[in-house]
């Protein structure tokens, strides 16, 4: 199996970090190619608009069983690579050292991406065919915020329609036992603007002139309770409860929570909670987060300014059934209501969640075929981030699920990321049988 | 009187930043020479800790009033150039078109103390002598917070005693009226920190790692209302009230609301104050103000990110017989009794404010000579702004009185700054008069 290290070297070293749109279609044609040699039919599709990022779509056509079709979602770009100084290889390097290949995009997602590639390949070489249709789509926005997957879905559609999606990521935690995940929270992002007096004022005027980031203290302050909760009116009105079958999934889940808070150096979880409320936060409650605040003189000492302006970045994670949109409407009332008409929204992004019910075959599938490969795995009701999936259930109407090889603490997004060798090779065994179960329907 | 405009120039053309701690010596060295060559006797002086900046003292001795002195506050340090691109022409050009002599410090403060250079100067060459005793203190550090002026007062107290004080600045209105200004507001400086995760988190995880920038918003919610009124128990506990000549002088002072509001861009004060309200709040309202607010990401787009920590700057300007010291014991008591007992309360910086009274015969010597002069003055019972003030009074127990010649407008501390000939001249005469009068007792 040699040469799905090497393989995955080769992807390294294009780098491709599409918040500084580097290397982006280099890697695409990476990609494709490497498909093609694989055995995988590939084609590297557009937007109208050429200045996007192009999707790679890969396909191999099942001779026994065209009827059914399973689709894996990747993507080539990475996060940038800074801070440079805190690699001890170059970002770009993919250095092998034992049981590990460095380099940003090692795990996350080219690791991913050539335990499929490969998965496949190996059962093409043993059998000459597939036991189900196979799609790839594999994009080039993830690290951006995906922010034309969904326009990609709808115009390839006829080519992407499939019965079943392998999400882009997957965890194996610190036991190697692999996390099957099977939703994603969404996401309001917003910016808050508050406009003071036109330019900073000495702050002796503060007697006077209203300043804007004591306006935005006080709206905040009417936003969120100290437990977390958002006080904004019918907020958590459509969210989603946990099914019976949720409830127990989520008791049996094992969780650290001393590990937890060791590894961020805290000792309380927010409203003090322990226990399954934990484990149920992480999977279903909505948040309001404070990811930015900036106003007047930030640096060394002293200056007596009344800022100009005052902004907050804030990211509310959303749960099943709440529609960023119509969040958003509730919140701009909720500033009108409490007297802050003045207050600028800026929309930034917004994404709604997804979940797979546990019901599904398909969880069943992917859930026996890791345990076969792994000797155990955990079922998780969602992931706490946010990702597309929404858009792949909405356009394609096909059930999705998160399984993969990345090590929790690969250090993904930061530097040094790594891909564990051992997860590699083991997530690709567990990908063929994922395709073996899930062809049987 | 062509030389007091070169002479002005000269000073400014040395650039003198105490933020930087560009030209000081030079710049002392410069005054100390301008004072002897005007026939003032002059010393550099130092503090044992020869890295601070020395201050110029100056004095001439009365031969016919030796036993009555007044001393003129200045300084020889500037603000920081910066922003550079807005300026017009060289900050430390010197520059003079028409009625105005352009550059950093023209105003502040080297014009105001060219002014009584020269009227000392003319003084001494019309009559050979001084009515009395005249000194000069002229410091470094203004621009940085005087932060030694008060130990130089202690170390030199013999030489700079004296029975009143001119203040370092003075305005002029849009009418041409000068300002006598009877006080300032005092200054506790602090920066709040809250500490939360050790390092920046991802924000899927504000379900469970509570965010220290909604911590400290919650914490500042409780300190403030939104009439700009103080919650912190016992704040306002030793604010002096106004006596009933103050009042009255407030009631008589002129104050265009209508210009304050175009200048700054706003439709309103802040507890929709207007009338007498307006006057009093700028002399005698204690405030709390954000001068400053940091955390998180604060760049363009999104990052979804819990940050490690939040910090805030606050000036509170504080009222006669307020004591910064307590007034800091208070905050941190609130914090405390609040359950924010964990938020780090760092002191940057802290003075008393003062306040001549009315009735000091000073105030009429200067109020006769400022209306002989200019033909009309107004009183102003304080400054909404602070300085060391408290600290003359204290250690020298001389009253200190603002009066100058920097018109109000004239674009101090930003890029532009510049002096009129035409009120400097007159300012100079305005000087000789003060001290004419005040030698009489």
């Given amino acids: 199996m040699g040469n799905l290290v090497a393989d995955l070297q080769t992807l390294i070293r294009q780098p491709s970090v599409s918040a500084k749109k580097v290397g982006l279609s280099e890697c695409a044609g990476l990609v494709a190619n490497m498909m093609r040699k694989s055995g995988?039919?590939?084609e590297i599709l557009h937007l109208d608009d050429r200045s996007i990022p192009p999707i790679v779509y890969g396909e191999v056509r099942s001779k026994s069983n065209p009827s059914r079709t399973i689709l894996f979602y990747n993507h080539y770009d990475v996060q940038p690579e800074e801070p440079l100084e805190l690699w001890e290889n170059d970002p770009f390097s993919g250095k092998v050292e034992g049981n590990y290949v460095y380099g940003r995009g090692s795990a996350d997602d080219k690791?991913?991406?050539i335990t499929r590639i490969k998965a496949v390949q190996y059962m093409l070489k043993q059998t000459g065919d597939v036991p189900c249709n196979v799609k790839f789509i594999v994009e080039g926005e993830e690290e951006i915020g995906s922010v034309h997957v969904e326009e990609y879905l709808r115009k390839y559609h006829d080519r992407l329609c499939c019965d079943g999606v392998i999400w882009e990521f997957g965890y194996v935690d610190a036991k190697d036992r692999p996390i099957i995940s099977l939703g994603m929270k969404g996401l309001l992002y917003v910016e808050l603007m508050v406009r003071g007096p036109s330019a900073d004022a000495h702050s002796s005027l503060a007697?006077?002139?209203?300043?804007?980031?004591w306006r935005l203290?006080?709206?905040l302050a009417t936003m969120r309770d100290q437990n977390g909760?958002?006080?904004i009116k019918e907020w958590y009105n459509e969210a989603r409860a946990f099914t019976e079958e949720e409830n127990s999934v989520i008791a049996s889940e094992p969780f650290d929570e001393q590990g937890f808070k060791e590894e961020y150096g805290i000792d309380r979880f927010v409203a003090d909670a322990h226990g399954r409320d934990v484990k149920k936060a992480l999977v279903g409650t909505p948040t309001c987060n404070i990811a930015g605040f900036n106003s007047g003189y930030i640096g060394e000492g002293t200056k007596t300014v009344l800022p100009s302006q005052a902004m907050v970045?804030?990211?509310f994670r959303l749960v099943p059934d709440m529609i960023p949109e119509k969040q958003l409407d509730r919140l701009r009332k909720h500033l009108n209501e409490h007297g802050f008409g003045d207050i600028e929204v800026k929309f930034i992004h917004g994404e709604a969640a997804a979940r797979t019910p546990i019901?599904?075959?398909f969880v069943r599938q992917v859930e026996q075929a890791a345990k076969e490969t792994f000797g155990s795995a955990i079922i998780s009701v969602s992931s706490a981030g946010t990702g597309p999936m929404y858009s792949f259930v909405k356009v394609l109407g096909a059930p999705c699920i998160s399984v993969g090889s990345t090590y929790m603490f690969a250090r993904i997004h930061s530097p040094n990321e790594f891909a564990r060798i051992d997860l590699l090779n083991k997530t690709t065994k567990c990908i063929g049988r994922i395709i073996e179960k899930f062809a049987t329907g």
């Avoid at 007697?207 to 980031?213: F, H, T, W």
């Fill in 359 to 361: 019901s599904d075959p």
């Fill in 217 to 219: 203290v006080a709206a």
């Fill in 111 to 113: 690791g991913e991406l």
């Fill in 40 to 42: 995988i039919n590939s």
């Fill in 313 to 315: 970045k804030i990211d």
């Fill in 229 to 231: 909760r958002i006080l």
């Fill in 207 to 213: 007697v006077l002139i209203e300043n804007p980031a």
